[in-house]
């Protein structure tokens, strides 16, 4: 089992540039492959990109695609996203996720879930 944390959410402008991190405890943070979620407020969770275990591997929205980096430290245990360019709309709340086979954009199958951190971006 493994617990995920995330941080780094905040206010920001639109045009603007924030970096998320996940911090993970309690497991083989290396043996996970991680992705990032986010649900804005009325709207269906959705999925942003995931990154495989080995850093590789990257699958990314398209409305992100550009924008929107994903990276891992395993040696830290720790995810990150770095989201520039930021748009209103892209205000949520963004959650971590980890599962040990590749699943892709399959939010439903992921076995651990962050508490999440509120993003919101002002126009």
């Known amino acids: 089992q493994v617990q995920l944390v995330e941080s780094g959410g905040g206010l920001v402008q639109a045009g603007g540039s924030l970096r998320l991190s996940c911090a993970a405890s309690?497991?083989?943070?290396?043996?996970?492959?991680m992705a990032w979620f986010r649900q804005a407020p009325g709207k269906e969770r959705e999925f942003v990109g995931v990154?495989?275990?080995?850093?590789?591997?990257?699958v990314y929205a398209d409305s992100v695609k550009g924008r929107f980096t994903i990276s891992r430290d395993n040696a830290k245990g720790t995810l990150y996203l770095e989201m520039n360019s930021l748009k209103h709309e892209e205000t949520a709340v963004y959650y971590c996720?980890?599962?040990?086979?590749?699943?892709?954009?399959?939010?439903?199958?992921?076995?651990?879930w962050g508490q999440g951190t509120q993003v919101t971006v002002s126009s």
């Open positions: 996720a980890a599962n040990s086979k590749w699943i892709g954009e399959t939010d439903s199958s992921y076995d651990y």
């Open positions: 990154v495989s275990w080995n850093g590789i591997n990257t």
């Open positions: 309690g497991g083989t943070f290396s043996s996970y492959h």
